[in-house]
């Protein structure tokens, strides 16, 4: 039975930084009450344009980069995500046509916080089959994109995370 193992990982988030008192500017909070409720002091945000499959995408090159592979060895590509970019095309396949990867299948999984461990489970599974060699894993959110800027109890943690694994 084929074994999995993580060739490569890498991360991208936006350039936009995002602190505490530009929050304090826009909502009723404070920076003293972010760092106390989250410990959080400054978060990068997607501008407007900037979307989930861009940060995946870059992610995923620099992940690329460090390995022996091309677009074109990679089998299937697996966004987890719950801020796609729409619901159809898949975040997945942008990344694919992004990446120019044709051989490779996309979807996206739609499982929030649990989404890397899933995803990451996923692939395992596909990877022990034998009919997969190199699957790119990649979790992706931008969060500004769902965030009730008027809500100080969850806009704090507007956070883009980006994790891939390839």
């Known amino acids: 039975m084929p074994g999995t193992k993580i060739i490569a990982s890498?991360?991208?988030v936006p350039e936009n930084v995002v602190t505490n008192d530009d929050l304090v500017k826009i909502m009723d909070t404070s920076d003293a009450w972010i760092q106390a409720h989250t410990g959080i002091k400054t978060r990068h945000m997607s501008l407007q344009?900037?979307?989930?499959?861009?940060?995946?995408?870059?992610a995923a090159k620099k992940a690329l980069a460090q390995t022996h592979l091309d677009a074109s060895d990679i089998d299937a590509i697996i966004v987890t995500t719950f801020t796609p970019d729409g619901l159809s095309p898949s975040t997945a396949a942008l990344v694919q046509r992004n990446l120019n990867a044709e051989g490779a299948w996309a979807y996206d999984l739609a499982t929030a916080c649990s989404g890397f461990i899933f995803g990451l489970s996923t692939a395992d599974k596909f990877i022990r089959s034998g009919s997969y060699r190199n699957i790119l894993l990649i979790s992706a959110e931008v969060n500004s994109k769902m965030m009730d800027f008027s809500d100080r109890t969850s806009t704090v943690f507007l956070v883009t995370q980006l994790l891939p694994i390839s």
């Not at 344009?49 to 870059?58: F, P, R």
Request: proline letters at 0%.
């Open 10 to 12: 890498a991360h991208y």
């Open 49 to 58: 344009g900037e979307d989930t499959s861009d940060l995946a995408t870059a």
